[in-house]
């Protein structure tokens, strides 16, 4: 079984996986949300995850390679990739999918796994293609209140811990093609941010 968890009202034939015409577009312009809506479920060749035969392909994929499915979930999609949770009978699972830009993460991941263990998910040794990975699902639930303090402070001694641990792995990290961002290109970033702004 396959669904769609995303916040908001999403037209039901992009559920279904075909595309908005634009006389059905009509009938969601009463909804603000709806010209996003509409172009999120406007398929582009550029973001894979966006065509209608995608998260199929990925549902036949993950059968093949997982046991005890109760229920494969398109969880998030944007501009730059997808995530999709994979729940067994014992566990769960995370697929995510990147532009190829971004695909180094599996390469960080795998390293941060191997050099400062239990800092990520775990990264499991299967995957679709190269811009896809899947991990393990952690234990926790994600700081989402501005206000909830408590956690906020845990999740970045968690993050800053990571990040001390990790500085000694740069010229891995380089050596197995993950961009490096020194200071000097943060601040440059900083500035064309603001500019922007």
């Known amino acids: 079984m396959v669904c769609v968890e995303t916040p908001g009202k999403l037209p039901l034939n992009w559920i279904k996986g075909t595309t908005q015409s634009s006389s059905q577009s009509s009938s969601h312009s009463s909804d603000p949300l709806a010209p996003f809506l509409i172009a999120a479920a406007t398929p582009c060749r550029a973001e894979r995850w966006s065509l209608p035969s995608w998260l199929a392909h990925v549902e036949d994929w993950i059968q093949a390679h997982f046991r005890a499915i109760q229920q494969v979930s398109q969880v998030r999609t944007c501009p730059n990739g997808a995530v999709v949770r994979i729940d067994c009978v014992d566990t769960a699972y995370y697929l995510k999918t990147q532009i190829e830009p971004l695909a180094y993460e599996s390469a960080l991941l795998a390293i941060l796994n191997r050099r400062v263990p239990g800092v990520c998910p ?41 990040q001390i641990e990790s500085a000694d792995l740069v010229i891995e990290f380089r050596t197995a093609g993950i961009p490096y961002h020194g200071l000097a290109a943060l601040s440059a970033g900083m500035e064309e941010m603001f500019d922007r702004l």
């Not at 990975?133 to 811990?161: C, H, M, Y």
Request: glycine share 4%; hydrophobic share 40%.
């Open 122 to 162: 775990h990264i499991l040794p299967i995957r679709p293609d190269d811009n896809t990975f899947v991990t393990e699902a952690i234990v926790g639930s994600p700081v989402s209140l501005p206000g909830d303090s408590q956690s906020w402070r845990a999740t970045l001694v968690n993050v800053a811990k990571m």
